[in-house]
């Protein structure tokens, strides 16, 4: 029933290893569904020859209308609280025998509880992160459909756009869209007008767009999976500056792009993108890693960045982002998301990086 749960399982059987699993896009990468997190104590407890789950009794029945009886569960009401629970099924799954490793995003206060019983424990994305790393078809499609409405949300801002309105409304724009063309719900959405286009991860607010630019890096899932796309655009007519950085950062993408493949490493790709900046002379305004993977996660594995020399894996998804940011004055910054092939990397979105120039 889970074809996941049984890859997990065979690397914990190389691995000799225990997996202790809080509510997350791991547990959903497992068996296909994660509870929503809260301050109660749940894992997805899993051996190389067997799964347990331990959550509290509020939370049973929703995880017994998605995962039926598959996998065992062992309950605990908030009376009794969730240690005697987490020892009993430690011991069940004769958890001794093997070291555990818990989600590198666990509540402290749970991971302690855990570690009352395992002793000291690793992370679990270092069992986690190669097999999530390499996307079966099921998640390549996701990920298609994800980056397509992803684009359609970018037409839909570069069409709506205007002097007047603020970055808040725009971004509710591109909300709208996401749910108008079939997402879950967005991921993120940046909107920076003018000046904080110079900021990376700036928060649309009440800033009104006037002439200049504007920087787009938005985002959705698509049945759980993940789309990641920067543009930018600018109300009237671009100066010279402006078009010369584009260009610069464009070409870096496009260089980073035709080194990326399956098996480069991947501090490969973000060297590439990076020398095009620094030979231009804005390698001191590059300020961020060249990409991350992303799947379930927005960010996951790989971090495309120097000292990363693991090699890409094939199918792996993952953006490709270099940037420019002159504080006080703009930024500009072009993201695709890739899949590794072969013989080169193939980018998702249809949406050109050209700038979007609106008239006034």
């Given at each position: 029933?889970?074809?996941?749960?049984?890859?997990?399982?065979?690397?914990?059987?190389?691995?000799?290893s225990?997996?202790?699993?809080?509510?997350?896009?791991?547990?959903?990468?497992?068996?296909?569904?994660?509870p929503?997190?809260?301050?109660?104590?749940?894992?997805l407890?899993?051996?190389?020859?067997?799964?347990?789950?331990?959550?509290?009794?509020?939370?049973?029945?929703?995880?017994?209308?998605?995962?039926?009886?598959?996998?065992?569960?062992?309950?605990?009401?908030?009376?009794?609280?969730?240690?005697?629970?987490?020892?009993?099924?430690?011991?069940?799954?004769?958890?001794?025998?093997?070291?555990?490793f818990i989600?590198?995003?666990?509540?402290?206060?749970?991971a302690?509880?855990?570690?009352h019983?395992?002793?000291?424990?690793?992370?679990?994305?270092?069992?986690?992160?190669?097999?999530?790393?390499?996307?079966?078809?099921?998640?390549?499609?996701?990920?298609?459909?994800?980056?397509?409405?992803?684009?359609?949300?970018?037409?839909?801002?570069?069409?709506?756009?205007?002097?007047?309105?603020?970055?808040?409304?725009?971004?509710d724009?591109?909300?709208?869209?996401?749910?108008?063309?079939?997402?879950?719900?967005?991921?993120?959405?940046?909107?920076?007008?003018?000046?904080?286009?110079?900021?990376?991860?700036?928060?649309?607010?009440?800033?009104?767009?006037?002439?200049?630019?504007?920087?787009?890096?938005?985002?959705?899932?698509?049945?759980?999976?993940?789309?990641d796309?920067?543009?930018?655009?600018?109300?009237?007519?671009?100066?010279?500056?402006?078009?010369?950085?584009?260009?610069?950062?464009?070409?870096?993408?496009?260089?980073?792009?035709?080194?990326?493949?399956?098996?480069?490493?991947?501090?490969?790709?973000?060297?590439?993108?990076?020398?095009?900046?620094?030979?231009?002379?804005?390698?001191?305004?590059?300020?961020?890693?060249?990409?991350?993977?992303?799947?379930?996660?927005?960010?996951?594995?790989?971090?495309?960045?120097?000292?990363?020399?693991?090699?890409?894996?094939?199918?792996?998804?993952?953006?490709?982002?270099?940037?420019?940011?002159?504080?006080?004055?703009?930024?500009?910054?072009?993201?695709?998301v890739?899949?590794?092939?072969?013989?080169?990397?193939?980018?998702?979105?249809?949406?050109?990086?050209?700038?979007?120039?609106?008239?006034?």
């Amino acid at each position: 029933m889970f074809t996941r749960l049984a890859a997990i399982q065979q690397q914990l059987q190389k691995e000799g290893s225990l997996l202790w699993l809080a509510p997350g896009d791991d547990f959903r990468y497992a068996v296909g569904w994660s509870p929503l997190p809260d301050e109660r104590l749940t894992f997805l407890v899993i051996a190389p020859d067997s799964a347990h789950l331990v959550i509290a009794s509020v939370n049973a029945e929703e995880a017994v209308a998605h995962l039926g009886t598959a996998v065992p569960m062992t309950r605990f009401t908030d009376e009794q609280g969730p240690r005697e629970a987490v020892r009993d099924v430690y011991r069940k799954l004769d958890g001794s025998r093997w070291r555990s490793f818990i989600s590198d995003d666990a509540r402290f206060d749970h991971a302690q509880i855990v570690a009352h019983e395992a002793g000291p424990l690793g992370l679990a994305s270092r069992l986690m992160a190669p097999l999530r790393m390499e996307k079966a078809d099921d998640e390549l499609a996701r990920l298609r459909e994800s980056q397509r409405i992803n684009d359609a949300a970018m037409r839909a801002a570069f069409e709506a756009m205007q002097v007047g309105m603020t970055e808040a409304e725009l971004a509710d724009v591109i909300r709208r869209a996401f749910i108008r063309e079939g997402a879950d719900r967005e991921a993120f959405i940046i909107v920076a007008a003018g000046e904080h286009s110079a900021l990376p991860h700036h928060t649309p607010g009440s800033t009104v767009l006037s002439p200049g630019p504007v920087l787009l890096d938005i985002g959705c899932f698509y049945q759980g999976y993940a789309s990641d796309m920067t543009r930018v655009a600018y109300l009237g007519e671009p100066d010279e500056k402006f078009r010369a950085v584009h260009a610069i950062v464009d070409r870096a993408v496009q260089t980073a792009v035709r080194t990326a493949r399956a098996g480069v490493a991947a501090e490969s790709v973000d060297r590439a993108a990076r020398r095009v900046i620094q030979d231009a002379g804005y390698g001191e305004f590059f300020v961020h890693r060249t990409g991350h993977g992303i799947g379930l996660s927005v960010h996951e594995p790989p971090s495309v960045m120097e000292g990363n020399q693991d090699p890409l894996p094939l199918h792996a998804t993952y953006s490709i982002e270099p940037g420019i940011y002159l504080p006080g004055e703009f930024g500009v910054r072009l993201e695709e998301v890739v899949v590794n092939q072969a013989d080169g990397a193939e980018i998702l979105s249809q949406v050109p990086r050209d700038i979007f120039v609106k008239p006034l």
